[in-house]
Structure formats: structure tokens, C-alpha cells
């Protein structure tokens, strides 16, 4: 079984600094990783996934994560962040198979500080 | 496409009384997911279907709660009957489901409800 453990609950950040949101996992199998967006009042959509390949991986809106294998980590960075930014953050992994379930982490509330 | 739609957005209704949410997919997706979200449990999947079948239904919490699939444009997920600590958020999401998982999940705006 996977879990995923995001280590803050809420992050401040001022508007264009750069973010770092922080996720690890734990399983004894090789895994899928996927961070999802929620904004305010709206379900989540996807913002990017490492399935195979590159470690680093780019999504939407200027965000990034990597993937570190030896660390069981795969944090979210953005180099300079906006007010539209604003949103809680989840973070989630998956086995290989074809029916395995996708486990969310707790979510990352992201403050924009003007 | 208008997205995963789910009905209604809001529900207030007494402890005992029997709630149905209702989700209609994205046309074309094979799978059909239901989530709960809680400030202390965070987002749970409770069940979902592949084609119309139930696949995994292990995340539904007891007996009170039912979820069918009629046809591939029309879900629901019942309470009966319903109960304080089931106040949450419900999310219905669907995806093409071609290589499974890794299909990206398409999320609806949810349901807020509350059992008073």
C-alpha cells in the first residue's frame, strides 16, 4: 500500500517570491505521483504527474516538481507566484496497476501574501 | 464539453433523512469516481465504477451509504439515513480510464453538504 505525507498545512508566500510545497511517499513498489490543484469553491484539477522518464516534470501554470527516488520525495516548486495562485494543494501516488487507487495527501493551502 | 456536473451544489437536510447526490461524467469516460473531503480526514475515495461496474467500493465508510451507476451518463450516491459526521463535501470525477490510473481525473464542483 501507498500513503503520502504533505508536511505543511498552509504555506505564506509573498506574490513573485518562489514556493516550494513539499510531499513525501512511502511504498514498497514503484509508483505513480501526481499533484493536484483545488481553487477556492471548485473541484481539483490536475497539474501535473511523473509516470516514467524525466524526474523533473512540468505542468500547468508555471509550475514544476521532481522526483526523488532515494529521498521518496516529489516536491511542487514555482519560481515566482501570483495572487491567482492562491489554492490548496494536494499531492498524490498510485501503484502501476491498471485498478490501483490514487491516495491524496492532507493538501497544502498556499497564502499569497500581496 | 461542460465538464463532470454534480447536482445539487448545496444540501441541508436534518440527521435521519435520506440524501442522493447526483453526478453525470464527462461523456466518453469509462470511469466514475466518488470522493468525500473533510477538514480531518482530507479527500477519501469512497467508491468507484469502470463501465458502469462498481470496481472498488472499499472506502465506503458503512451500510448507510450506496452508490449506483445506471448508465454511463447518470450516477448517485445515496445516505440513508443520514447523520452529522456525514457532513462534508462530496466530489463526483470520471476519466477516460484508457491506461487506468494514470489517466488524468476530471473533478465536478462538488456537493456541500450538511446534516443538522
Known amino acids: 500500500a501507498q500513503s503520502v505525507t504533505q508536511l505543511d498545512s498552509q504555506v505564506p508566500v509573498f506574490e513573485e517570491a518562489p514556493v516550494e510545497l513539499r510531499c513525501n511517499y512511502s511504498s514498497s513498489v514503484s509508483v505513480y505521483l501526481f499533484w493536484y490543484v483545488q481553487y477556492p469553491n471548485q473541484g481539483l484539477q490536475l497539474l501535473l504527474k511523473y509516470l516514467s522518464g524525466s524526474t523533473l516534470v512540468k505542468g500547468i501554470n508555471g509550475f514544476e516538481a521532481e522526483f526523488n527516488k532515494s529521498q521518496t520525495s516529489f516536491h511542487l516548486r514555482k519560481p515566482s507566484v501570483h495572487i491567482s495562485d492562491t489554492a490548496e494543494y494536494f499531492c498524490a501516488v498510485s501503484g502501476l496497476n491498471r485498478d490501483d487507487k490514487i491516495i491524496f495527501g492532507k493538501g497544502t493551502r498556499l497564502h499569497i501574501l500581496p | ?116
Open chain 2, 1 to 116: 464539453d461542460a465538464g463532470v456536473i454534480q447536482s445539487p451544489r448545496h444540501e441541508v437536510t436534518e440527521m435521519g433523512q435520506e440524501v442522493t447526490l447526483r453526478c453525470k461524467p464527462i461523456s466518453g469516460h469509462d470511469y466514475l469516481f466518488w470522493y468525500r473531503q473533510t477538514m480531518m480526514r482530507g479527500l477519501e475515495l469512497l467508491i468507484y465504477f469502470n463501465n458502469n461496474v462498481p470496481i472498488d467500493d472499499s472506502g465506503m465508510p458503512e451500510d448507510r451509504f450506496s452508490a449506483k451507476m445506471p448508465n454511463a451518463s447518470f450516477s448517485t450516491l445515496k445516505i440513508q439515513p443520514s447523520e452529522p459526521r456525514d457532513s462534508a463535501v462530496y466530489f463526483c470525477a470520471s476519466s477516460l480510464g484508457g491506461v487506468g490510473v494514470t489517466d488524468t481525473q476530471y473533478f465536478g464542483p462538488g456537493t456541500r453538504l450538511t446534516v443538522l
